[in-house]
């Protein structure tokens, strides 16, 4: 019945849960400063990436609501376009700390190619979800990786 209706959790998911919840807070400002500093960086050098061709993130949002219901920090998930679909599909693979992989949250830091989950999306859109590493390191790996 309780995987059926969901009404109880075991113990050791409890304990899992409990856990995860005592350092959330830490967690998820770590990540939205690695967020900020990358994209801050993608935008300021965004010259010597000339495969980059957009980037989402809502601290580039410039509507005034924005900041009143992120008062603490943006998303640590953003979005690029690259230049075309052969890039889009290559790049995961030429990155260090970022895993291919569709999960958001996790300390770790992930990209996917968003079509191979969903085929109607733009082949070069890739979905990042920075994690709690280095910021610098992650700085580096995105850097390398648009550069080759």
Do not use: M
């Amino acid at each position: 019945d309780r995987l059926a209706l969901g009404t109880n959790i075991a113990n050791l998911e409890s304990y899992l849960l409990l856990r995860s919840l005592r350092t959330f807070e830490l967690r998820i400002l770590r990540q939205a400063d690695n967020t900020e500093k990358l994209v801050k960086h993608l935008v300021s050098n965004r010259d010597k990436y000339p495969k980059l061709k957009k980037i989402y993130h809502s601290s580039l949002q410039t509507e005034s609501f924005v900041k009143k219901q992120l008062p603490n920090g943006y998303s640590p998930v953003f979005c690029i376009e690259l230049d075309n679909e052969s890039n889009a599909k290559e790049f995961p693979s030429k990155l260090r700390y970022f895993h291919h992989a569709t999960s958001l949250g996790g300390v770790e830091s992930l990209i996917e190619w968003r079509v191979l989950s969903d085929p109607g999306i733009i082949p070069t859109l890739l979905r990042v979800s920075v994690g709690a590493e280095n910021a610098d390191d992650l700085i580096a790996d995105f850097d390398k990786a648009l550069r080759s």
